[in-house]
């Protein structure tokens, strides 16, 4: 693989794709695509021939890119991707196993099975070497080769060597004078943590050459050297020698010779300072990397400005904000340095220090970054306040509150950057339906009722029905949640009364919320619209009106007897109760007289025994059969306990409070002055003295005060509301 081309072989053909083209777009089918050259090595008279390849190696220089391929019958071959011919070609008749091309392709390499290296300049060998099990071309000397013989490395200079070298390690890499080579077996066993020891630097003689002679010998005799083993490293060796003896002459010309524009215009640069001590730490700092030496020599020269430079250069952001506070220095720059600070820890996500600097350099866009990582949401909506309108940080900041579930942080986002659209889809997505249509009255947004009507169809066709009622109640819909409360009371009544007697208290409360809410909007004849509500409450379908209270008063009552009878073993309580019932036939039907017979037989009472059982011999909603065994067991309990002719039992009797007449303890009208009883919902009698009376704040309902302190009573029995 070189920098432009990958290059792969079968047995008969070389594959090569050109990678930085951008038209390729199938690269792991190489015989598809136009960019792909197949190529087919062909014998001396051109025509096919089937030859197989052993080995494949390429080399890269200014000019072009070659291919060097060898064969099991002994042929080698180079060809030249650029110019597209077969350029050298020579018969060793030896199966090469592993072979290499130096840089120019003049020169190639091969080692066979027998571990043997052999060197050739496609005329010749010039080289052969035993045990040898590792090879590599310098990438930026065309005559420079290194070899693995046992446990030591060759450097040949063409067919020139250099003193052997002791190394265990595969060749890496081979340029400017310098062998690397990797130690595999302790990369293999420290692969969890591995060290730089596991690379090895190898110098060639004459990098080590000039290494010395730099120290000892004069600037003369240096580049005589340099010129005679002409090489770019030995250049640059020179140029920086020179720049520390401030020889700026010599440094430019060497790196002209190795043409480092950026470091001519360095030296350039050098030369107009007149201040030797700044000339020095302008070389330490930007050619050595001796930032400590070269911030030392600033401060002593005092040019703090070049020190703090140099700090901002190499990234040293604390030591900026230390100089600029002992200098008091301008506040942008301060802000800057304490920004840089707060994005070096969050690049090392230490959110809370990255926090405290953002916070010094007053940078929303960071401040909001680390608040949204460390979830605080609190100071998240005090940003709210501080940002500008139509800020962008308003919109992303609207997206976070929106996907963590706060709405109304989320709707304050939008509105401030005008998006009230935004600001209302937020509202229905988080089913904060109350507050979307409090958006959509104030800033005239009319979609929001049929964002509404289409939300609850679709809960409504999922069997849904429990959020469609929440939905219609956030949107203030109360007439709609009405109308699928008398649903549910259809559906279920026969089934659960317990669930029937809850969504009736439910219903009732959304009366009372859909009264207060024409109050408070003044809407005209408001008065006829309570009056409806409270006299037919809701129609359904069938056209049954249904009694959001009645409905609910009939099953407390229904449920209460029975409590009375069966736990509390009160039976005279329990058919007290239980013929208040009956006056809620329309919704409890012939079980209102079942409970009536039960508790009064229990009471023994035959007299309302066996009015309830006449009622039940005559009911419409039984059937002859049903009927039939009621009159069979009133024959069995009558027959040995004959009911009286008139009730005289006069512990079920209280005066009225209005007229001073005898009243029944489960009468809701007094007969005589036709005034309203107030019904205790706890015990189901009737509150004659006033001063017993307490009216639960939810429901408008009664419950005696005798009742409350003797059962220790905190929740209306009723609605179940706190007293």
Not at 201 to 219: F, R, V, Y
Not at 439 to 452: G, R, S, T, V
Request: net charge negative; glycine share 4%.
């Amino acid at each position: 693989m070189t920098p432009k081309y990958f290059i792969t072989a079968d047995e008969n053909v070389i594959y090569i794709w050109d990678y930085t083209n951008a038209v390729s777009t199938t690269s792991q089918h190489f015989d598809d695509n136009d960019d792909v050259q197949s190529l087919v090595p062909q014998d001396t008279e051109g025509s096919m021939k089937c030859l197989n390849i052993n080995c494949i190696c390429s080399s890269v220089n200014k000019k072009e890119t070659n291919i060097c391929i060898g064969t099991d019958n002994g042929l080698i071959m180079r060809y030249s991707i650029e110019n597209k011919i077969w350029n050298q070609k020579i018969d060793i008749k030896i199966v090469p196993v592993r072979i290499a091309l130096s840089l120019n392709g003049k020169m190639f390499s091969f080692i066979n099975k027998f571990d043997q290296l052999m060197m050739c300049n496609w005329k010749n060998i010039i080289l052969k070497r035993t045990d040898v099990w590792d090879m590599m071309w310098s990438t930026d000397t065309s005559d420079m080769l290194a070899i693995m013989e046992k446990t030591r490395m060759y450097i040949y200079h063409g067919n020139k060597v250099e003193d052997p070298v002791t190394n265990n390690g595969y060749l890496l890499t081979l340029k400017d004078l310098e062998a690397t080579s990797i130690l595999f077996s302790e990369l293999v066993f420290e692969n969890d943590e591995p060290k730089l020891s596991v690379l090895q630097k190898h110098p060639t003689k004459a990098l080590k050459d000039t290494t010395n002679i730099l120290k000892t010998l004069s600037t003369e005799k240096i580049l005589k050297f340099v010129v005679d083993h002409d090489h770019p490293r030995l250049w640059r060796l020179s140029a920086d020698h020179a720049l520390t003896q401030r020889m700026f002459s010599i440094a430019e010309n060497a790196y002209v010779k190795i043409k480092d524009y950026s470091k001519i215009l360095f030296v350039k640069r050098i030369q107009k300072i007149t201040d030797v001590r700044l000339q020095r730490a302008e070389i330490e700092a930007y050619q050595f990397k001796k930032f400590e030496e070269a911030e030392k020599t600033y401060m002593e020269a005092g040019r703090t400005d070049l020190a703090i430079h140099l700090n901002k250069r190499i990234g040293d952001w604390d030591k900026v904000i230390t100089y600029l506070q002992d200098t008091q220095g301008n506040d942008s720059e301060l802000k800057d340095a304490y920004k840089q600070m707060g994005d070096y820890h969050k690049d090392r996500q230490q959110w809370n220090k990255a926090f405290e600097y953002y916070r010094k350099a007053n940078h929303s866009d960071g401040l909001i970054e680390c608040a949204i990582v460390l979830e605080d949401y609190d100071f998240l909506e005090s940003m709210i306040d501080e940002l500008p309108e139509n800020n962008e940080l308003l919109l992303s900041l609207g997206e976070l509150f929106q996907s963590v579930g706060l709405c109304k942080e989320a709707t304050r986002c939008y509105i401030k950057c005008n998006e009230i659209k935004l600001a209302i889809d937020a509202c229905v997505e988080l089913n904060q339906w109350d507050l979307g249509v409090e958006l959509a009255e104030k800033y005239n947004f009319n979609k929001i009722l049929e964002l509404i009507s289409k939300y609850t169809t679709h809960l409504l066709n999922s069997g849904d029905v429990v959020k469609a009622i929440e939905l219609y109640r956030k949107a203030g819909q109360h007439e709609e949640v009405c109308n699928l409360l008398d649903q549910e009371i259809i559906k279920y009544e026969k089934k659960y009364p317990l669930l029937v007697k809850k969504l009736a208290i439910i219903k009732g409360f959304e009366i009372l919320n859909h009264r207060t809410a024409l109050i408070s909007t003044g809407i005209g004849e408001t008065s006829n619209d309570i009056d409806k509500l409270l006299k037919d409450d809701q129609h359904i379908t069938n056209k049954r009106s249904i009694g959001s209270w009645h409905t609910a008063e009939a099953y407390h009552y229904y449920f209460l007897s029975q409590r009375l009878l069966y736990q509390k073993a009160n039976p005279q309580q329990a058919m007290i109760v239980a013929l208040r019932c009956c006056e809620y036939e329309d919704i409890l039907g012939y079980k209102c007289h079942v409970v009536a017979a039960l508790t009064s037989l229990e009471a023994q009472n035959y007299y309302h025994c066996s009015r309830a059982f006449t009622r039940l011999e005559t009911h419409p909603d039984l059937n002859e059969n049903e009927k039939k065994k009621y009159s069979e067991l009133a024959t069995k309990i009558f027959i040995p306990n004959p009911p009286p002719k008139d009730d005289l039992d006069d512990t079920l009797c209280d005066t009225c409070p209005s007229c001073g007449d005898m009243v029944k303890l489960w009468w809701s009208k007094c007969a005589s002055c036709d005034m309203n009883l107030k019904i205790c919902v706890s015990s189901g009698s009737i509150i004659v003295n006033n001063h017993n009376n307490s009216i639960c704040n939810s429901c408008k309902h009664h419950i005696n005060k005798e009742n409350i302190i003797e059962n220790n009573i905190i929740h209306c029995p009723l609605c179940h509301q706190i007293l």
